[in-house]
């Protein structure tokens, strides 16, 4: 078992920038990568950014260039820096622990932009 809890959201105004946090407690040495994934009001659940266990990572074409995610190790946290925020970056993030056989959610934290 992971748990996963996430920290950092609120309300920014655009151009802005929040750093979201998520740390991992539990069976954390099974971990393969570890991802940030958002969900708009009437939307589907989408990829943000990923870090695997070594180190590299992917983003989503939409936030390429203003999000970095990064990982701590002797924290066990795993960080979002969004930088250049814009209204359509609305949503509830959720960090995801992915291991060999299964996957675990964090329960999300609301991010807001205005504009």
């Known amino acids: 078992q992971v748990q996963l809890v996430e920290s950092g959201g609120g309300l920014v105004q655009a151009g802005g920038s929040l750093r979201l946090s998520c740390a991992a407690s539990?069976?954390?040495?099974?971990?393969?990568?570890m991802g940030w994934y958002r969900q708009a009001p009437g939307k589907q659940r989408e990829l943000v950014a990923r870090i695997t266990s070594g180190g590299s990572t992917n983003y989503a074409d939409s936030v390429k260039g203003r999000f970095t995610i990064s990982r701590d190790n002797a924290k066990n946290t795993v960080y979002l820096q969004m930088n250049s925020l814009k209204p359509e970056d609305t949503a509830v993030y959720y960090c995801?622990?992915?291991?060999?056989?299964?996957?675990?959610w964090g329960q999300g934290t609301q991010v807001t932009v205005s504009s």
């Open positions: 995801k622990a992915d291991r060999t056989d299964d996957a675990y």
């Open positions: 539990g069976s954390i040495f099974s971990i393969n990568a």
